[in-house]
């Protein structure tokens, strides 16, 4: 393996900051439903199993990131979809290549891409790397 041109690496934290806000499991995931088109609370609470707590939670720091937005559409109950930022955006081509890596190395069972292909309810939106 060679090491890259230092005027060629990122800045030096670059990594450790995507990670504190996009690495942990959860995040990962939610990023992956509303990337696949799931856009409201419940829906992306079901697809991945995450709890409504922890959801929220992931859903505010994802938008205080702006990695992603809310929408309010419906106001009583005040319901908000959730949609990629610009930077949210920019995140898939990384999730994507995250997903075919687990599908080749580390899958067993039903791929990411057949769960999504066969839900009524979720698309993938995002173009492959």
């Known amino acids: 393996m060679s ?7 990122p800045h030096p934290h670059a990594f450790e900051n995507a ?7 959860w ?3 939610v990023l992956q439903e509303v990337s696949f088109g799931a856009r409201r609370f419940r829906r992306i609470m079901t697809n991945t199993g995450i709890s409504s707590n922890v959801l929220a939670v992931r859903l505010r720091k994802l938008i205080e990131r702006g990695v992603l937005s809310k929408e309010l559409y419906e106001s009583r109950p005040p319901r908000y979809e959730y ?7 920019e995140l898939q081509p990384v999730l994507l290549a995250l997903a075919e890596w687990g599908n080749r190395h580390a899958c067993r069972g039903e791929s990411l891409m057949e769960r999504h292909a066969r839900s009524p309810t979720t698309t993938p939106r995002a173009t492959r790397v």
Do not use: F, K
């Open 19 to 25: 990670v504190a806000v996009v690495g942990d499991y």
């Open 27 to 29: 995040t990962l995931l």
């Open 83 to 89: 949609t990629l930022t610009e930077a949210g955006r």
């Open 3 to 9: 090491l890259m041109p230092a005027a060629d690496r």
